[in-house]
């Protein structure tokens, strides 16, 4: 369902990841270089062990964006940090449980659908003992998992401070749990610029607004919607000119779908089909209907169906998208 999606992108703090190799170890580059996280330079205090995955966040929540992979990955998951000023003066462990009420109280906090994932498609390394090593702020809980099943589900972990293995050092009081969502793309997901052509048979005044910017956004393993990236849109939806103004079609979005060999084998409306004001959406079989490897292009041909304002179809779509980036 596309409704379990639209909180997809709305999370400041989303981190790109890409996998290097079978025994790679991904690493947040951005907690590391104090993008994503509060900094204690000015503090005296040796004593504070917490999880910190976001500036300014009651939730302690982080969503990261993955890059589908078949092969067994290992994930640098949660830091684990002294709050000081100083690096640790010895390796200090720190064991941490995972808590699968901390999803279900920011689902219901959030209005959002994250699902814990089941325990069998992920290993948490070293009994879920994160070390801060000597020399050092932080460590990490790691977990090993294949990126490709999670594929179609948005999924979340999270996890508590339970304990630390040496004296003296103190559980914080307000950042002792954190929250991971996990999502992995599909290869056909992206940040692409459309242009094409858009004939809408109920009113000649409505015609295409290229080039758009858009993101294709991962609904499963074989299929990405289109989320319209102008600025007075931002959301899922597709954007055109009203007599030269901007203007969209409401609960109407293009849910793309590929067969194995790259073929655009369908294209529906994401909000349904059709959706409660009557729009649907169908593949134009003429023409390109193809994802391109090599360029990571998509040339797509579709309708808008709206039966109660003229048929066959209401609109007409001949599209390209060129790939511009991962989003």
Do not use: W
Request: one cysteine or more.
């Amino acid at each position: 369902m596309l409704a379990m999606k639209f909180y997809k992108i709305k999370h400041a703090a989303v981190v790109s990841l890409f996998f290097a190799s079978l025994t790679g170890c991904l690493k947040d580059k951005d907690f590391e270089n104090g993008a994503i996280q509060s900094v204690h330079a000015g503090s005296t205090n040796q004593n504070i062990v917490e999880i910190k995955l976001s500036a300014g966040s009651s939730s302690n929540f982080l969503s990261i964006s993955l890059n589908a992979s078949s092969k067994d990955t290992i994930l640098d998951l949660i830091p684990v940090n002294l709050s000081s000023k100083d690096p640790a003066p010895e390796d200090i462990h720190v064991t941490l449980v995972k808590n699968d009420k901390l999803v279900d109280d920011y689902n219901n906090a959030n209005g959002t659908f994250y699902v814990v994932p089941a325990s069998n498609t992920f290993q948490v390394q070293d009994g879920g003992v994160v070390t801060i090593p000597k020399g050092s702020h932080t460590g990490y809980l790691k977990i090993k998992f294949k990126p490709s099943d999670f594929i179609g589900n948005d999924y979340a972990l999270g996890y508590a401070i339970s304990s630390i293995d040496k004296a003296g050092y103190t559980i914080s009081g307000n950042l002792n749990t954190g929250i991971v969502a996990i999502s992995i793309k599909n290869k056909y997901d992206g940040h692409y610029r459309v242009t094409g052509t858009m004939v809408d048979l109920s009113n000649p005044a409505f015609t295409g607004r290229y080039p758009m910017d858009v993101y294709l956004i991962t609904q499963d393993a074989t299929s990405v919607a289109m989320f319209d990236l102008n600025p007075s849109i931002n959301t899922y939806g597709h954007s055109f000119s009203n007599a030269g103004g901007l203007s969209f079609y409401g609960s109407f979005t293009p849910q793309i779908y590929f067969d194995a060999n790259d073929n655009v084998s369908k294209v529906i409306n994401a909000y349904g089909q059709p959706a409660s004001n009557g729009r649907s959406a169908s593949l134009d079989p003429s023409g390109i209907n193809k994802f391109n490897n090599a360029t990571h292009n998509i040339d797509v041909n579709y309708f808008m169906l709206q039966p109660s304002v003229v048929t066959p179809y209401r609109t007409s779509f001949k599209e390209h998208f060129e790939y511009l980036g991962p989003r």
